[in-house]
């Protein structure tokens, strides 16, 4: 498999629903807590993020999940969540761990979330920026 677009050797990326209170939240939880720099983000809406997808061979529309892509893998759901925190410093980091609880379990909780997520948390009506913790965290302009 050919190297994910727009990702340099070391990083990866982490896509999620630009128009989705609940996961913008979580990017700037990710960055609150200062996330490794080899982490960068797109919004599933952008030409970087449909890429990424297309890369990944996911559907470009429609999506209702995290990706987490890494050298030439990629993870949805509750096991990009798990992966990414493990980029986190202590304690975050400790829920790494999560990742190998069988995917039935973890990703039913996920999916109940996801299916409501704009219900229970809101949407907002265009990608909104989210202030970077470096230059160039994003892969899309904000």
Same mark, same amino acid.
């Given at each position: 498999?050919?190297s994910?677009?727009?990702? @340099? +050797? !070391?990083?990866?990326?982490?896509?999620?629903d630009?128009?989705?209170?609940?996961?913008?939240?979580?990017?700037?939880?990710?960055l609150?807590?200062?996330?490794?720099r @080899?982490?960068?983000?797109?919004?599933? @809406?952008?030409e970087?993020?449909k890429?990424l997808?297309?890369?990944?061979g996911?559907?470009?529309?429609?999506?209702? +999940?995290i990706?987490?892509?890494? !050298?030439?893998q990629?993870?949805?759901r509750? @096991?990009?969540?798990f992966?990414?925190?493990r980029?986190?410093p202590?304690?975050?980091?400790?829920?790494?761990?999560?990742?190998?609880?069988?995917?039935?379990?973890?990703?039913?909780?996920?999916?109940?979330?996801?299916?409501?997520?704009y219900?229970?948390?809101?949407?907002?009506d265009?990608?909104?920026?989210? +202030?970077?913790?470096y230059?160039?965290?994003?892969?899309?302009?904000?």
């Open positions: 498999m050919s994910p677009p727009y990702l @340099q +050797t !070391g990083e990866s990326a982490v896509l999620y630009g128009v989705c209170k609940l996961c913008n939240g979580w990017v700037r939880f990710l609150r807590h200062r996330l490794a @080899q982490v960068r983000f797109a919004a599933v @809406q952008s970087q993020g890429a997808l297309r890369w990944a996911l559907p470009e529309e429609n999506v209702s +999940t990706v987490y892509i890494a !050298g030439d990629h993870w949805l509750a @096991q990009a969540v992966r990414v925190m980029h986190l202590a304690p975050w980091r400790g829920l790494g761990v999560l990742r190998h609880f069988p995917d039935a379990i973890s990703n039913f909780a996920y999916d109940r979330i996801a299916l409501n997520r219900k229970l948390f809101g949407r907002y265009s990608q909104q920026a989210i +202030t970077p913790d230059p160039e965290r994003f892969l899309h302009p904000l």
